[in-house]
């Protein structure tokens, strides 16, 4: 565990040269660790800045993995795990924060976040709110967080201890890698780093810390909230495609252009649909109860191919979440779900 911790931590902070964090290790399974004083900014004056940079409007996208993993567990053993429930949260929380952070501070540093592009995600650098050091130092922190509760909950989980490292270090590299190392957003393939951290496998976490086994089960039931995840995804990098081009940034929706572009947004909107529908048929009518959203998803169909993009992250956001939360309800209620 220390060894993980050494290799992620010195890579985030490998371009933050003033950042004096020394780690030694001393045994396999200890370290011993020499942190810089927390700067003041964190203990008083800017705490607003510091809650703005992990960006928390966002983790809806972290947290509902969690509450369906939860909820599918719930379904397969009639048991429910409060105290894991919450610290399960807590760490995927935890890393999603580090992962906003290490995305703010990439995207500072390569000059994707300008002051004067409006539609930059998090201002708190550009408008020297805070310093890299600053975020550099914040994002580490909650790495280190995360990985302390992460080591709660294998103390209290059932789970075999080398089947959830796996699938929690494979999240927390993913959040790293998203911009921080090779910078995988860079080149059109973040979006689907993104998807598979907050969605199947953060599921497949929740799964496994209460249930202590690994299942196809949470991974497939999970697809249709991940494909509206990653409509939210695509309809910000849509919205933001000529800014991107001017500085040489590569996504999805510049490969594709506008039609295709068109098009794959469709498709991610309406399959979960088809999906709901055919789970109606065969496993629970309940599971129609979140079809009853489709009205607003053709409206957004609408408005994306008359190129009304401002504010159409905003508005699929809101698509996700009843659609999420009616669809964990049906998970809870219906007599027979697939796979379980």
Known sequence: LARVLYSHFTSFLYLAPRLRLNFQITTLTSCTVRCPAMPAAIVGTHIGDYVSAIRPWSFSTSLIPVVLGNALSYRSTGVINIPLLLLTALSVLAVHGAGNLVNTYYDYMKGVDRAENRWTGNRVLVDRRLTPNQVATFGAALYGVGTVIFAVIVSLSSARIDRLALLFFVGLSGSFLYTGGIGLKYYAVGDVVILLTFGPLSVLFAYTVQTGC???????????????????????????????????????????????????????????????????????????????????????????RAGHLTDMPEKTVRLHLPVAFLYIFCCLLAGRIPFL
Request: net charge neutral; hydrophobic share 55%.
């Open 214 to 304: 690994l299942s196809l089960a949470p991974i497939v039931l999970d697809i249709p909230l991940a494909l509206h995840v990653e409509a939210v995804l695509h309809a910000k990098h849509a919205r933001d495609a000529d800014f991107h081009r001017s500085v040489d940034l590569l996504t999805l929706p510049i490969i594709l252009g506008r039609t295709l572009s068109y098009f794959f947004f469709t498709l991610l909107l309406f399959i979960p649909y088809f999906t709901f529908i055919f789970m109606g048929f065969y496993y629970s009518r309940f599971f129609w109860i979140p079809a009853a959203t489709v009205l607003y998803a053709f409206d957004l169909e609408k408005k994306f």
